[in-house]
């Protein structure tokens, strides 16, 4: 994303910064390779040599929801078995040498690591090659009294998305042999126009549920006055 001045279309003697998309290839490994503190990219997703209807180029978008924390600083002795917490991505040429990006012998002598993350990164190209992607997620949890007796789930979200990315035409899920679709002209309770609409006559093991009703929400706080 960049910010390009342009004259404002209602006001010609000032200036807008207007954002733009800019496409960009990542050809080599260290292009492609993001650093834990640093800038990634607002979109970045793998593209193969084929093209959907619309003429882009069929893909996957990698999108991140959470970072780990700190690493260890790289001037610490034992670092380098643990290197690869250096990057919150990293994407590497596949190599059969290359299956993972640490060892369990890394634990036990951390000071001369079987596997070295950091040495996978050494800018080949990854232009039309089979490719790996190193994501690293997590997040800090510290206990608090509310994880008593159940951890919060809310706002602990870890993990990444990998999206289809032009790779289809259109919505896949349109084409979903379950789907349902009416329009406000009809009538949904019909069996001929939405067909959930019939599960209870038609499925044995479906509960009977009563009709939705809403009647509002009591309010369940009580006030309480203390007097002295």
């Not at 959470?66 to 600083?73: I, K, Q, T, V, Y």
Request: one cysteine or more; charged letters at 20%.
């Amino acid at each position: 994303m960049v910010f390009e001045n342009v004259q404002a279309p209602w006001s010609p003697e000032h200036q807008i910064e207007r954002p733009r998309l800019v496409k960009q290839v990542l050809d080599r490994e260290d292009k492609a390779a993001f650093r834990l503190n640093s800038e990634m990219p607002r979109y970045i997703y793998f593209a193969a040599n084929s093209e959907n209807k619309w003429g882009h180029e069929r893909g996957y978008r990698i999108q991140m929801i959470s970072f780990p924390g700190d690493h260890l600083p790289e001037t610490s002795t034992m670092e380098r078995a643990f290197s690869w917490g250096r990057y919150k991505l990293a994407v590497t040429k596949r190599k059969e040498e290359e299956p993972t990006s640490s060892s369990i012998y890394n634990q036990n002598d951390p000071w001369t690591p079987t596997v070295a993350f950091a040495d996978f990164i050494n800018n080949e190209t990854i232009v039309n090659e089979d490719l790996v992607a190193w994501i690293t997620t997590g997040f800090l949890h510290i206990p608090h009294a509310e994880d008593i007796p159940n951890t919060v789930t809310v706002g602990n979200t870890v993990g990444f998305f990998l999206r289809p990315y032009n790779y289809y035409d259109e919505d896949p899920s349109i084409f979903s042999p379950d789907s349902v679709f009416f329009t406000s002209k009809q009538d949904s309770r019909s069996c001929e126009v939405n067909p959930i609409a019939c599960l209870s006559k038609v499925a044995s093991c479906l509960p009977n549920i009563p009709p939705f009703t809403y009647n509002g929400f009591q309010n369940p706080t009580r006030l309480w006055g203390v007097r002295r």
